[in-house]
C-alpha cells in the first residue's frame, strides 16, 4: 500500500488539489485501487469525490477527521489531503502515515517564508531526518516568466529536498474541482501542458527515492 500525503500548515498552496489530481491519475491511469483520506474538516477533497460522476473510475471516501482511516488491505495508494496550520503532535501524527510527502508552494513571499519555517519544522521530524518519509516540494499555480517565479524556483532549488514539479496556474484545475474529476480526465487538447507538468512529479513518485530508505 503506497501512501502519499499532501501537506503545508499554509492554507490555500494546492494541498487538495494536487491530492485530489493525484488519486484520479492513479485510479484512471493506472486503474488502481485508490482511498482518497481527508484529514481536512473543511471537506475540500471528500466534497470533490462526492462532486465524481458515477462513470468515473471509483476512489474510496474516508472522511480522516470524523472516521477512523483504516483503508481496506486491498487499497494500492492511499492519499492523504492535511488540513492547513498542522503543528505539533497533529503533525507528527500525520507524517507517521506516509512514505512520502509533498508541499505544494505558491510563488509569492508570504507563502515561501511560511514554507521555508513549515520545512523546517518537518526536517526535524525523526521520520524525516531518518528517511523513513520522504519530502518533496512542488511550485503551484505558477506564471512563467514573472519575477516572482523565479524567486520560488531559486528558493525550491536551495531546500534540501528535491524540487520535484512546476504546476502553472491554469482553470484547467478550477474547471476539473467542480466536476469532481482530474486533470488527467479532462480533454486532452485542453490540458496538454498540465500532463506534462505531472510527469516529473509521477516518475519520482514511481522512483526509490520516493520511498523510504531500506
Ligand atoms: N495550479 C492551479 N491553478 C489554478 N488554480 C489552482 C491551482 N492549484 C490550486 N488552485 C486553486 O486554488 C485554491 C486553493 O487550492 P487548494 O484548495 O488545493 O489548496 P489547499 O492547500 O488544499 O487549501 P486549504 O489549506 O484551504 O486546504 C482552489 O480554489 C484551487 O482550485
Ligand atoms: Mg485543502
Not at 26 to 34: D, F, G, R
Not at 69 to 91: C, F, K, N, Q, W
Not at 192 to 209: A, G
Request: aromatic share 8%.
Amino acid at each position: 500500500m503506497r501512501t502519499i500525503l499532501a501537506l503545508n500548515a499554509k492554507g490555500g498552496c494546492g494541498k487538495s488539489t494536487i491530492a485530489t489530481n493525484l488519486a484520479a491519475y492513479y485510479a484512471s491511469e493506472e486503474q488502481a485501487k485508490v482511498v482518497l483520506e481527508d484529514f481536512d474538516p473543511q471537506g475540500s477533497s471528500s466534497e470533490w469525490l462526492a462532486a465524481r460522476p458515477d462513470d468515473r473510475p471509483l476512489i474510496q471516501s474516508i472522511r480522516a477527521w470524523t472516521e477512523p482511516a483504516r483503508a481496506p488491505r486491498t487499497t494500492d495508494y492511499v492519499i492523504m489531503d492535511a488540513p492547513a496550520a498542522l503543528h505539533g503532535s497533529e503533525l507528527t501524527a500525520l507524517v507517521r502515515r506516509a512514505e512520502t510527502i509533498l508541499i505544494p508552494v505558491l510563488p509569492s513571499p508570504i507563502d515561501m517564508r511560511a514554507a521555508a519555517h513549515f520545512i523546517q519544522e518537518l526536517l526535524l521530524q525523526g521520520r524525516v531526518s531518518r528517511k523513513q518519509t520522504r519530502v518533496a516540494v512542488i511550485a503551484n499555480r505558477v506564471r512563467e516568466n514573472t519575477l516572482v517565479y523565479q524567486d520560488l524556483e531559486r528558493f525550491l532549488q536551495r531546500l534540501k529536498i528535491p524540487f520535484v514539479a512546476t504546476l502553472r496556474d491554469t482553470q484547467n484545475y478550477i474547471r476539473a474541482a467542480e466536476r469532481g474529476v482530474s486533470v488527467f480526465e479532462l480533454a486532452p487538447s485542453l490540458v496538454y501542458t498540465d500532463l506534462e507538468q505531472w510527469q516529473p512529479l509521477l516518475k519520482w513518485l514511481r522512483s526509490k527515492r520516493s520511498l523510504p530508505s531500506p
